[in-house]
């Protein structure tokens, strides 16, 4: 397999979603706690303006999901966007699913008027590094910081 479908998420894909979010976290070590992952997806499900939800899909399978969310950036003229999380589950992985969603996200930016896209990446995922170097994505040098707010 080397390309998925896409299918833009709806709220009667919560609980598809809820469950590949906790695989997500779970490869990645992340804390998961659905009331605040439910809470977040309904949100962004219902809001345009925050980004947009798709599910990978092989055939009729969902296989994955991809999150693109949306900011605003002088040094990157405009509108931009964040592949927020990506997940495909691992028995499609290394099959070129991966490729086929960021040139999905890539082909769906210009149309939703983003100037420049951004993503996260563990450092010890490499990867997934590699994936995103060989479609045109840069190591700008520099540390993504957080600071929470809200607790």
Same mark, same amino acid.
């Given at each position: 397999m080397t390309e998925g479908n896409f299918k833009i998420a709806e709220k009667s894909d919560t609980e598809t979603l809820v469950e #590949?979010?906790?695989?997500? =976290?779970?490869?990645?070590? &992340?804390? #998961? !706690? %659905?009331?605040i992952v439910r809470t977040a997806l309904a949100n962004i499900l219902h !809001? @345009?303006? &925050? /980004? +947009?939800v798709w599910l990978i899909q092989? /055939? @009729?399978?969902?296989?994955? =999901? $991809?999150v693109l969310t949306f900011g605003y950036s *002088? %040094?990157? +003229?405009? +509108? @931009?966007? #964040?592949? !927020?999380? *990506? =997940?495909? +589950?691992?028995?499609?992985r290394g099959q /070129? $699913? /991966?490729m086929s969603v960021i040139q999905f996200i890539e082909t769906v930016c210009p149309? &939703?008027?983003i100037q420049a896209l951004h993503l996260e990446v563990e450092q010890k995922n490499t990867a997934a590094q590699n994936l995103y170097r060989? $479609?045109?994505?840069?190591?700008?040098?520099?540390?993504l910081m957080t600071k929470w707010i809200a607790n």
């Open positions: #590949f979010i906790q695989e997500f =976290y779970e490869f990645e070590q &992340l804390k #998961f !706690d %659905e009331s !809001d @345009d303006s &925050l /980004g +947009r092989h /055939g @009729d399978e969902a296989i994955g =999901y $991809v *002088l %040094e990157f +003229r405009g +509108r @931009d966007a #964040f592949i !927020d999380e *990506l =997940y495909i +589950r691992e028995s499609y /070129g $699913v /991966g149309s &939703l008027g060989k $479609v045109g994505f840069k190591d700008h040098d520099r540390y």
